[in-house]
Structure formats: C-alpha cells, structure tokens
C-alpha cells in the first residue's frame, strides 16, 4: 500500500508565478514531512521539512503546510524559477528510530521562462 | 564536507553476474540507508546501518542482495546472480543521530542496467 501520495505526475507553471505541489499520506502516525528535489543523474536533494506540531514551515521561496486533519501536506515555491524545473518528492520516516523514509512518486515541475 | 559519493556511477552488467556497489558517507553520519528507484516511482527503502551493524532489512532485500558496512565507514551493496528486474538506480543515504532531524543526504546514485 502506498502510504504516501503525489497524485500529480507533472506540474507546468510559468516563471515567476507560484507553484503548488500536493501530497497526501494514509499513516496518521507519520509525525514528520520532508521534501526533496531531484534533478535527472542526480540523487535526491533535501529541500525543507515540517514537523507535525507544525503547519507551516518557511524558508526563503520554499514553504511547506501540513493540514493534519486532511493528511495532506503541500509545497509552495514562490516565485518559481526556470532552475525550480526537476522532479519533487514528498517523504515521511516510517517511525522507529530508524528513520527510513517513504517516498511518493514524485511531481516533475516545469517551470517555463 | 564533500558529500556522499557512490562508485560506480554506472554499470551494465549481463543477466547472472555479480555486481559490487560502494558508499562513502558524509564522514561524521553514523547512519547510512540504501534504496533503490525505478522509472516513476520514489525511492523505496532497502536495508540500513547504524554505525557497522545492519538494524533493518526491507522484504525488497532478496537473499540474492548482501550490504555491508565495516568499521561503520563506506558500506558496499552486492548483488549476486543479477536479474533483469534488478535494473534501477540505486541510492545510497546517510544521516547523523541528532535530535528530531530524519534528513537524509543521498548520493548520487549507481545506475545498474542489467542485459
């Protein structure tokens, strides 16, 4: 089962305008979000993060909100650049003190000039 | 700090050999996780190591794959008796134990395309 959701493949926005990317998770135990980004023949690079005592965490463009009761967290970049373009993925530790994360599926954002 | 590095970056092999994969974590992380990406999908979550013992191994772990991580530094990723379904990039992690924090920094991943 997939316990965290990015049901949208594929986001095009225009630069300089705000880019939402969307993610839902099913595990109501998850206590912590991450966000990467991912450019192609490159591993994932750590964007920002959100813990659940938490609904919005910012930092410069980039700010996450976490709605809690609706399981759904989502990314604003604000305003988009050309160099946003790349494959976002939404992730939560699995719990434990491992900490290995799940990943969505990934949103590649486009982002036009 | 230079990262986390992964050789090779790439490796096509034929169906049924032995391959090898090594990671270097970021020196001070005494965490390091492996996952493996396919085309469309997240990366999905292998084994991982606190220091040199391996506390977690997912079920996606066959007992065709060993990890392994001496003195808790590098850790290499065999797979034996390659399949064409192995194909994937593979993503080596790590992180240090502090606080709340679960980030993970990812290198750059060793492309395997088996023939």
């Known amino acids: 089962d997939q316990q965290v959701k990015q049901n949208s493949p594929s986001l095009s926005v225009q630069e300089g305008r705000i880019s939402i990317l969307n993610c839902d998770y099913t595990n109501s135990m998850f206590d912590y979000f991450l966000w990467y980004k991912k450019y192609p023949a490159e591993g994932p690079t750590f964007l920002i993060s959100?813990?659940?005592?938490?609904d919005k965490n910012e930092d410069g463009r980039f700010t996450v909100f976490l709605n809690k009761s609706a399981k759904h967290l989502s990314l604003h970049i604000v305003p988009s650049q050309p160099g946003d373009s790349a494959v976002y993925f939404c992730a939560a530790p699995r719990g434990g003190s491992q900490g290995n994360l799940i990943f969505g599926k990934g949103t590649k954002l486009s982002v036009k000039p | 700090d230079t990262g986390v590095s992964q050789n090779p970056r790439h490796k096509i092999t034929k169906r049924g050999q032995n391959v090898t994969f090594r990671c270097d974590p970021i020196?001070?992380?005494?965490?390091l996780y492996w996952y493996r990406q396919t085309l469309g999908q997240g990366p999905e979550f292998l084994t991982y190591f606190q220091n040199e013992a391996q506390l977690e191994k997912s079920r996606l772990l066959s007992d065709r794959f060993s990890a392994e991580r001496p003195k808790g530094s590098f850790s290499t990723l065999e797979i034996q008796r390659t399949e064409q379904g192995d194909s994937a990039m593979y993503l080596c992690?790590?992180?240090?134990?502090?606080?709340?924090?679960?980030?993970?920094?990812f290198g750059p991943g060793t492309r395997l395309t088996v023939t």
């Open positions: 992690a790590s992180s240090s134990k502090t606080g709340l924090s679960y980030e993970q920094y």
């Open positions: 959100i813990s659940s005592i938490k």
């Open positions: 020196s001070e992380h005494n965490r």
